[in-house]
């Protein structure tokens, strides 16, 4: 089992952009989703969105909604993250983690950190104001 690999962090300046990627090997199973989350220090893990990868459908944290967009790349090996309009606040590491299942949205909300298999080892994002 090779754990995705993120990549793209960095430091921005409020009203920025960033787009982070996501590298999995999970490509071949019928059924994958894959979410981002993201920790900041002395916080709680967030999970900021979630993508099925059959169907392309997504669900996002109302904190980033209309911010953030998850896509993937045609040959679904690579999930990206783009974030624009980024705050301080949205400064935290970013993980991607993948499950090898539908994505199980709750209440709309992008699927619960619990349901995911793997996980990469994050990429920091740092926005100053």
């Known amino acids: 089992q090779v754990p995705p690999v993120e990549s793209g962090g960095g430091s921005v300046q409020a009203g920025g952009s960033l787009r982070l990627t996501c590298v999995h090997s999970?490509?071949?199973?019928?059924?994958?989703?894959v979410g981002w989350f993201r920790q900041a220090p002395g916080k709680e893990r967030e999970a900021v969105a979630g993508l099925y990868l059959r169907e392309g459908t997504s669900q996002y944290s109302d904190s980033i909604k209309g911010r953030f967009f998850v896509s993937q790349d045609y040959g679904k090996t690579t999930v990206y993250l783009q974030m624009n309009s980024l705050k301080p606040e949205d400064t935290a590491m970013y993980y991607c983690a993948v499950a090898k299942r539908a994505c199980v949205p709750v209440a709309g909300r992008p699927m619960p950190a619990a349901l995911y298999n793997d996980w990469g080892q994050g990429t920091q994002v740092t926005v100053s104001s």
């Open positions: 999970q490509w071949m199973h019928p059924d994958v989703c």
